[in-house]
């Protein structure tokens, strides 16, 4: 048998209600961008971009970013009280759901970031898999998480895990900039109350977690520093961002997208 060369074909794009190239999803952005320099990929995945003080954590392609959407729009529906009704069978559901698209995004665990390896240990099968790509891929997930695991007292979250949480969600409502993310937020506010009868399970799930690699470093405090959606470390963008070195950003040049 002879080698051949050949091409995947596709129908054309007119034929689609709603079509989008990885061409058009990065045009629609409208967002400026840094410029890459290098990758490194030792102890996770690191982008070094020019001008910037620190390494950026993590490698988010659209494709990446646009399947973990999708799984995050399922994790949230989880986030119900009548979900665990019936537990077992509406996470299974869930995992079949979210992992379909995420799973040719799966890294290998020495790839990830510190805090999805965290994530990862979670005794929950799949769903932490799942999880844990979610805050991987979502870096403002990621870092508002990092945020309030930095305000975190352990000691308090073993000895009373709904006081603990409460707190650090009363901190996220405050921190968060946004007015849709924040009802969000106060929609978890049930499950603190849950906590009460299930402690036992949860400092169960908890139990192999190492809190301070889900803290932030020095390249993570660098990074959110030059965010202006959430009020990291209880101030503003102004605060945090003053003194520092910012990478130039630039427009994308709508013919030098391929």
């Known amino acids: 048998m002879t080698k051949q060369d050949f091409s995947v074909v596709e129908p054309e794009p007119y034929v689609y209600r709603a079509y989008k190239t990885r061409r058009d999803v990065m045009l629609s952005e409208g967002n400026p961008i840094h410029v890459l320099e290098r990758i490194d990929y030792s102890n996770g995945i690191k982008l070094y971009y020019q001008g910037a003080t620190y390494p950026c954590k993590g490698f988010p392609t659209p494709e990446a970013v646009f399947n973990t959407n999708i799984a995050k729009r399922a994790f949230l529906m989880m986030l119900n009280p009548f979900m665990l009704i019936n537990w077992k069978k509406n996470k ?146 102004e605060e945090n961002s003053k003194g520092l070195e910012k990478p130039p950003q630039y427009l994308i040049n709508p013919e030098s997208v391929v």
């Open 92 to 237: 299974a559901r869930f995992e079949r759901c979210a992992s379909y698209g995420l799973q040719p995004h799966y890294l290998d665990i020495n790839y990830m970031t510190p805090m999805a390896r965290e994530i990862n240990k979670l005794p929950l099968g799949e769903t932490a898999n799942i999880m844990a790509h979610i805050f991987e891929y979502d870096d403002a997930y990621r870092y508002r998480l990092q945020d309030l695991m930095s305000e975190l007292d352990v000691k308090q979250l073993r000895k009373n895990p709904r006081k603990e949480c409460k707190h650090l969600l009363k901190l996220a409502i405050k921190r968060e900039r946004s007015p849709a993310v924040k009802d969000k937020l106060k929609r978890l506010r049930i499950f603190a109350w849950l906590l009460i009868p299930f402690k036992s399970y949860f400092l169960k799930l908890i139990k192999d977690i190492d809190f301070d690699n889900m803290k932030f470093d020095e390249a993570d405090r660098y990074w959110v520093s030059l965010r202006g959606d959430y009020d990291f470390f209880g101030k503003t963008y």
